[in-house]
Nanobody
Framework: VQLVESGGGLVQPGGSLRLSCAAS????????MSWYRQAPGKERDLVAS????????HFSDSVKGRFTISRDNVKNTVYLQMNSLNPEATAVYYC???????????WGQGTQVTVSS
């Protein structure tokens, strides 16, 4: 299993970023996928989940209305569109298979998102 996150960076408050996660080594099209984030000194928290066919989506209360999750089952990639970013979104963002949980213990390297003026 390989999970490769990308798209992070430094953005000003109110800005937007789109994260990508390329997955391989498992049947992506049959797997729900989730995004997580881990801020310095804090636990890794669930941000959003999407069902295998994109019919179902779940968002944490902290990002609801500002983040969207999508996927491309041809490219084996899941995306996280983050809008109206605030400094509390500063964290390393990870993806994993699973619906509101994670399936694989071997996480990717994550992608750093820093929201600062």
């Amino acid at each position: 299993v390989q999970l490769v996150e990308s798209g992070g960076g430094l953005v000003q408050p109110g800005g937007s970023l789109r994260l990508s996660c390329a997955a391989s080594g498992f049947t992506f099209s049959s797997s729900a996928m989730s995004w997580y984030r881990q801020a310095p000194g804090k636990e890794r928290d669930l941000v959003a989940s999407i069902g295998s066919l994109s019919y179902m989506r779940h968002f944490s209360d902290s990002v609801k209305g500002r983040f969207t999750i999508s996927r491309d089952n041809v490219k084996n990639t899941v995306y996280l569109q983050m809008n109206s970013l605030n400094p509390e979104a500063t964290a390393v963002y990870y993806c994993n298979a699973g619906w509101k949980t994670y399936v694989y213990e071997n996480w990717g390297q994550g992608t750093q998102v820093t929201v600062s003026s």
